[in-house]
């Protein structure tokens, strides 16, 4: 067992993972016979395990150490050469995904005692929230790719079970089937990508596959291709183009579900996976990355305008999200990616849990059905109200510090590779949609005159239980940013801390006991890290792709200036155009609708994803099983019944030859052995006694012969 | 002391009485007492020799081994002979030749 992590600390981790694993299986057991089918239980259980989260998220802020690490790790199968062991890696980025992980499914187990209530499945439900819980914190807690595969599809397993919560709609269980495949698609490049890193190291552990890496072990294209290989899990979990088709669809699961699976975490384990391998990408690996996030981001906010599907259009806002986190990591902004993935996390399942409150109000998901509910539901309104703001990057906001980053972090790759700086354009004509589509959302469903007056006569206020998550997540989107502790504590690893020059601190940070953490505290506290993070500029330690310098620190700080103020004016067009078009109704989205009909039908059939993969994949398997059930009965089928035809004539020879000259030598060879048996079966006489008589004189008699041969 | 050979003739006594016993008699039970005998006059040759040749702890292991055995084999023959009964409504061991060729 090789470890630097204290006791009390792995009891903790094991307990956080634990414990909602313990929930899901007395849900399944048991769970309609609790009072209350016990949602109390599950509810609790992911409580302490969150307070146990936030206990160690707060342990890592008091040590406060960007190279935080401990690590524990135990063997656990070592047969003949192959040797694999489970352990818990515990950083400042697991602590951070500890913590968002934890509060999102508290409150979601909250939010959804409210809106399932009366639910067939009640506690099915609750259960398959436990096992979801457990597996997405088994992930960001192992500290091997294998370990990592197996929680991956766990996530996904209960990604698929909630989908299809509603199974008796042909839409929902469609939907949790097309998730799941198209996951797996994306899966099979990852354990293709794991498959190579382990064939060429020996390894599955991400210290020792770092080290191979920074050694030189590996390297070249084939670590391109690990590297390819392994996002193209993070493109099926993510819902990166051209995987993105599914996460629409899964907005047949329950609106809670959507907004802690299919918003905060499950989806943005692509990019935790991103950011935990980030030092074995390759430059050509990352620049795939980035491309890919970049098409997606730009492609799925321009679907997003169109939808009138509530959950539909903060789907597609979501898929964006997660194409801009992506993007930040294909260019090299580490800590941006990652600090959008959690203030994304908090913002958006707010944003999903608002809009889960108010089809909870109207029974409709489509927006025409809405219109000023503000008066109706001020929690529900103004807490979206601050998601929205957040998502669209008006400053002081989470959202804008992880979105300025972002664009920061993309000018400067821009500026310094100048054909690329059409990401950053890219990106920036994003946000201000982003903006804008989410202000339409806002517009219609708040604001305005109701358009249907009987849906608006029932509408209510959601109950408390699910308003308080809102709250809660309304004060996170807001201020969870604020203090630059973010980017204080998840720094872009340093490939070079790798070496194995030193083995035994191949764990970052690993000479620090945890008894030292005081002294160690002081020692961080320096001028060196956090007034640099505090700054406007929160990207102090942003580095532009592998190998980037610090020498042109100037020009990176002028690129996050130019950025912040270019996305500051991008959000403001964004929601003056929102608001002039669903606010002040100055232009008519009608009129602009018919004049550019094409392009509208275009965003609205989703660039024709599905009807082309319906055609093009499916389509062309079904070609293929068609041409091969054709071959299978003409050619295989010929060739099997020709061949038969033939045997029946040579086996009426071969039977003739065995009749007689066979079976006379098997018969004559039988007849004699009976003729024998018949005479020997007489000594068998079935009596024990006999037989003893028989071989007490046998024995005597060599004892005999022993006496008077003496020998 | 008893010489090494008194032991031996004891055993070998115990041994062609267990024989006996087993070869002639026809009710199984009293067959199951002569392998007992068998079996103690074995556990009298291993304690005997234990103490007279190599004076170590083997011979004592082998004959708890044995007294173990036969408390299992007594259990599962006693077993047998009830099906037996139930079966045959007899326990004559010479009754019981199904086995004969």
Redesign the interface.
Known sequence: MATNMPADMVTSLVLILLLPLAGFAIQMFFGTRLPRKGDWLSTGLIGISLVLGIVMFIRTLGVFDAGYARQVHWPWIDIGGFRVGMGILFDNLTAVMLMVVGIVSFLVHLFSIGYLHGDVRYSRYFGYLGIFSFSMLGLVLCDNLLALYVFWELVGLSSYLLIGHWFEKKSASDAAKKAFLTTRIGDVGMFIGIMILYAKLGTFRFDEIFAAVADGEIGGSLLTWAGVGLFCGAIGKSAQFPLHVWLPDAMEGPTPVSALIHAATMVAAGVYMVGRLFLLFTPEALLVIAYIGLITAVMAASIAIVQTDIKKALAYSTISQLGYMITALGVGGYTAGLFHLMTHAFFKALLFLGSGSVIHAVHSQEMPDMGGLRKKMPVTFWTFLVATLAISGVPGLSGFFSKDMILGASLAFGMEHSSHLIIFLLLLVTAGVTAFYMFRVVFLTFLGRPRDEERYAHAHESPAVMTIPLTVLAVLAVGSAWGGWFQALVVKPELGQYRTAAVAPAVPGGEHGEAHAGEHHEAVHDETTIPDALHADPEGHETHVAGGDHADHGAAHRAHQIAMITSILAAGLGILLAWLFYGRRLFSAETVRRRLAAVHLLLSKKYYFDEIYAVGVVGTTLWVSRAARAFDTHVVDGAVNGTAWRARGFSWFIGLFDNTVIDGMVNGVAGTVTAWGRQFRRIQTGKIQNYLLGLVAVALILAFVRLVRGF | MIPLQGYLVIAAVLFVLG?FC???RRNAVTILMGIELILNSANVNFIAFARYCAPDIQGHVFAIFVIIMAAAEAAIALAIVLNLYKRINSID??E??????
């Open positions: 024989l087993v070869m002639t061991v010479d019981v030749d199904m086995m004969r060729g």
